[in-house]
């Protein structure tokens, strides 16, 4: 996955009909400096956004949020590859 | 995206992702009495189209887009679209609110009102929307949320915020009414510019400001996380936005009628 400041590609544990785990399988930027300071912050919380959009309790999650074009893709790709939606 | 053309008996939402102004968004539709796509693609057209017209002005990243040629000279503001006017007109309350804290005159390169669009454009977006008889509605453009109604008839949307010191949690949950936007230190560097030193410095780890309006809300967001305590102050004086703020120490502090949620 191609975005802003390098390639992103995210990986999805998924246990009975759910996701369980969303992580980041690799992250290669070029060793862009901006782009690293923004990846060490931006991506787990992406992590968390994505595992919070499951929460029944919880419609919406708000923060900074750079790399989230390319982080969704991923993972809207990864869950294709997976036989979801 | 496809979805079905008939009506769900039971509580459904409608998930439409667009890409646009360097992200995606993402319009949530909520209806306890069930969605139909059919009822809903006008408006969401109409909502999406929005989007991309503020993208087309706005975008600084297109050399040929209004805002770029205003920005090199190339245009007069009266020889750009109105809403680059009614834009700016914006920016310029939101400098005085926030005593110049939020000023996107004080960017390198030009005025940049992009801290501003992106919730400009969320609302102007939840505007079209606010036509359709769904109950609740969320566009989240990346983090910033614009949205009328709730999750069903009876309750408001409840919404987290991230935790910027521990990423793997959310900070605190509210329930909104209106907008929320959250600016951080992870998020673009040109828009958390002190404006009065041109340093790229924040006082906070993250800064949420809820209230009517996303593109307001996202203005004072913006000058918080940059401000600190002296803007904090100046949010609670106004009447309709609460704003929270997390401290790179973790320390939270909000505004006396901050919607925290338990």
Known sequence: MNYNFGVLSVSVTVGGGTITKVSIATLSDGGNFRSQSIDQMAIPQLEQQAMAAQSASIQGVSGASYTSAGFELSLQDALKTLGFK | ?262
């Open chain 2, 1 to 262: 995206m496809s979805t079905a053309g008939s009506r769900d008996p039971r509580p459904t939402t409608f998930r439409h992702r667009e890409e646009v102004m360097g992200t995606i968004v993402t319009l949530d539709f909520f209806d306890d009495r069930g969605i139909s796509s059919d009822e809903l693609r006008p408006f969401l057209d109409n909502a999406v189209a929005t989007l991309h017209h503020a993208d087309k002005v706005f975008s600084t990243w297109k050399p040929d887009s209004p805002i770029s040629r205003l920005r090199r000279g190339d245009i007069t503001l009266g020889e750009a679209p109105v809403e680059v006017t009614e834009v700016l007109d914006r920016c310029k309350v939101a400098r005085e609110m926030t005593r110049g804290w939020f000023d996107p005159w004080s960017l390198p390169g030009g005025v940049d009102p992009t801290g501003y669009v992106k919730g400009w454009a969320a609302q102007r977006a939840i505007d079209e929307l606010a036509g359709s008889e769904v109950e609740g509605v969320m566009v989240n453009a990346a983090g910033d949320i614009a949205s009328f109604g709730g999750p069903d008839s009876a309750s408001p949307f409840r919404v987290g915020i991230l935790n910027p010191a521990s990423p793997k949690t959310l900070a605190c949950a509210l329930d909104l009414r209106g907008a929320i936007a959250t600016s951080g230190t992870y998020e673009r560097g040109e828009h958390l510019i002190n404006p009065f030193t041109g340093e790229l410095a924040t006082k906070l780890a993250s800064a949420s400001v809820t209230g009517p309006d996303l593109g307001l809300s996202d203005a004072l967001a913006t000058a918080l996380v940059v401000g600190g305590d002296e803007v904090l102050e100046l949010i609670d004086e106004l009447n309709d936005y609460e704003a929270l703020a997390i401290g790179y120490d973790g320390t939270m502090k909000w505004t006396s009628e901050f919607p925290l949620s338990p």
